[in-house]
């Protein structure tokens, strides 16, 4: 494989990362959007929670609420977008915008632990996590998930770029 062309290497990287920190504003503004347009605009608040539904239960009993309406997630599910938006504000601060290269596997699965074993517990009927330990096993979680992404996301706009060269079976160089 060819190597990539460092000159567009971290302005690609920074052009990314500022596209998943608008992405995960407007997600996590939706988010709190839809109690708060819940009697101001009703239709546009069944929207979003509607919207919102395929990827969470929204049980109201699991769920932090603005002026008596529940957020359009549970707590886990908004501790994984808050966590993702904090994690990826950080990025910079914790990876260059050059190339970036994927974190340990490790870090991944330590961070995958907390929530994997509170929602294995809760689904096992095991125990009933309190919404602020779902909301925390959701943050760390999220927190790990932009340096996976945005690398992903480099990777995929090098390969569709025309960055790298795929070898043709049998070529050596």
Known sequence: MG???MKKGPNTVLMI???VVLGGFLW???LFAAPLLR????FVSAFVYAAFSPVCHQLPERSFSIHGSPLAVCGRCLGIYL???AGTILYPFLRRFSRPLLPATSIFVLASLPIGLDT????LGLWA???GLRLAAGLIWGSVLPFYLITGLYEVRQ???GKFRLKSPGETK
């Open 120 to 123: 294995a517990g809760n689904f």
């Open 39 to 42: 009697h101001e605009e009703p």
């Open 159 to 161: 390969l569709l770029g």
């Open 129 to 131: 996590s309190p919404i």
């Open 17 to 19: 990362w500022l596209l």
């Open 83 to 85: 966590g993702f938006s």
């Open 3 to 5: 190597a990539p062309d």
């Open 28 to 30: 996590n503004a939706a």
